[in-house]
């Protein structure tokens, strides 16, 4: 599978609404609510620059906000469709990449504490877990992983 990750335009607005929506629709019954990325404005993240794409048609999708002293990953989702292709690894190491050219040392994420598959995987690529809170409706796990060396794929 080709994974070139790209800025999305406003085109792919509806294929990241898709990808995003099927990755999340699972958790719905679990959460008792919708995950907050599936009401998202997507059209708005596309416009300030802030999605990235992969795959055609797209199968992943990246939300990341640059902050003054990290990069935010607001959301990840890889259409189930491309589940164990390598998808979310490389648009995990690309959130790296893009965190060294601002010149940012860290990523910051979360997930749903129910979320459990989320909670497997984090760790794995050196996320680790800075606290669990209350955020309105969502009970969440934050996560940071510092991003000074080279990402596993420049090794």
Known sequence: M????????????DAVKAV?????RPYVARIGLRPAPMD?????????????????PVVGVLV????PDHLV????A?????????????L????????????????RLYTNALMWENQEIYPRY???????????????VHYRKRVTGPTSDER
């Open 2 to 13: 080709d994974h070139h990750i790209r800025p999305a335009t406003a085109a792919d607005t």
């Open 20 to 24: 995003i929506d099927a990755a999340y």
């Open 40 to 56: 998202a404005d997507h059209a708005a993240d596309i416009a300030a620059g802030r999605v990235f794409v992969t795959g055609d």
């Open 64 to 67: 990341l906000v640059a902050e």
């Open 73 to 76: 990953l607001e959301n990840i």
């Open 78 to 90: 890889v259409h189930p469709d491309a589940h164990r292709q390598g998808v979310g690894r490389h």
């Open 92 to 107: 995990l190491t690309f959130a790296e990449t893009h965190a060294r050219a601002l010149g940012l040392p860290e990523i």
């Open 126 to 140: 050196g996320y680790e877990v800075t606290e669990r809170r209350q955020d309105g409706r969502y009970d969440r």
